[in-house]
């Protein structure tokens, strides 16, 4: 169950250009070790291009991999007026297929339902993209790509529209933004979740929490958050959760992650608290840019990673330490309140 109001009064406070929300306390986001521990999927490896299909083309290809005749193609597009497929017709195709026992259909109707509900989920919620079939192509490679990147990366792509005026609503994988503002903001959720009593510490991190019902108001998060301290915050979350889920040196990769031809920065560097480190003031976004012109060479730079993670320095002594005149300029640079504040004479 996703708390629309709790995830509105964060996607208020998403910033563009950094990919991070701006708070009182300084900058916060979802990072790629986030990913990593609440979710458990892959963020090395390959990414993955989604390609543009005709219908016709696309008719073809799910005969092809799912064994779906053309006629039945073209009716399922034709309701859709898109190359989406509604679930409820890619759940029908997947019983077909069982009965058929052709297996490996079987499992690509499967993925596609999945990453579709999951990771990939759009406004429409009862359609997924056919074009992430092309994918499960090969069944033996397809968990070579690096899920939780272009995951990440298509959760940074629709904060960034969400947070335009005109937008309304949000898409994405909300479970893994609600997750993270649990582990992160224990005092403000204190009244929205509780966790789990069956929860396995195998399991991912997101599985440690049960939603109670939306309130139905956003004022009070964004009050909240308005007056939330360093206090009000756990910076490093995962610190138990590393037997199962080891930290990853590729979470401290600056530069581009993609989702099909849609790149967006990590930025790590912004959020050095959330690693442990002491936050210092940082350059700007635009730094690297100049590094990046074809997605062949956006993948290169991933593979890599090595060579572009950032210097993270010092170690906190408390969570929140930063710099002495970071503070200063963060709030010089930005406009982290919602609400209008009275000016003080």
Not at 120 to 148: I, M, P, Q, T
Request: aromatic share 14%.
């Amino acid at each position: 169950m996703i708390d629309k109001c709790l995830i509105s009064a964060f996607v208020e406070r998403w910033h563009r250009d950094t990919n991070n929300f701006h708070l009182p306390i300084g900058e916060m986001t979802i990072t790629l070790d986030d990913v990593s521990s609440l979710l458990h999927i892959p963020i090395t490896g390959a990414f993955f291009s989604v390609n543009i299909f005709n219908k016709d083309d696309a008719a073809e290809l799910l005969g092809e991999l799912l064994g779906v005749s053309l006629a039945a193609a073209y009716a399922e597009f034709n309701l859709t007026r898109t190359t989406t497929v509604r679930y409820s017709w890619l759940l029908d195709i997947y019983h077909q297929r069982c009965a058929d026992q052709h297996w490996q259909m079987v499992a690509r109707a499967f993925l596609l339902f999945l990453v579709g509900c999951t990771l990939f989920r759009d406004k429409s919620a009862f359609a997924v993209s056919f074009a992430y079939l092309e994918c499960f192509r090969d069944l033996n490679s397809c968990g070579g790509y690096a899920w939780g990147d272009a995951a990440l990366a298509y959760l940074y792509d629709n904060l960034r529209e969400a947070s335009m005026d005109q937008t309304r609503t949000v898409s994405g994988y909300l479970t893994l933004l609600q997750a993270w503002v649990y582990e992160h903001f224990p005092a403000l959720c204190a009244n929205c979740c509780r966790l789990s009593q069956i929860y396995d510490k195998d399991y991912p991190r997101a599985h440690r929490w049960k939603p109670k019902q939306d309130k139905g108001l956003v004022i009070p998060f964004r009050k909240a958050l308005d007056e939330i301290d360093v206090d009000g915050i756990c910076w490093t979350p995962y610190r138990e959760h590393r037997l199962k889920r080891p930290f990853e040196v590729v979470s401290l990769f600056k530069g581009w992650i993609r989702w099909g031809s849609k790149m967006y920065a990590h930025l790590p560097d912004r959020v050095l608290r959330q690693y442990g480190h002491v936050q210092t003031i940082h350059g700007s976004p635009l730094e690297i840019v100049g590094q990046t012109t074809t997605p062949e060479e956006m993948d290169i730079m991933f593979m890599q990673y090595v060579v572009h993670v950032v210097d993270v320095g010092a170690v906190v002594h408390r969570p929140a330490d930063c710099a002495i005149e970071y503070m200063d300029w963060f709030r010089r640079i930005s406009h982290p309140y919602i609400i209008r504040r009275e000016p003080v004479y």
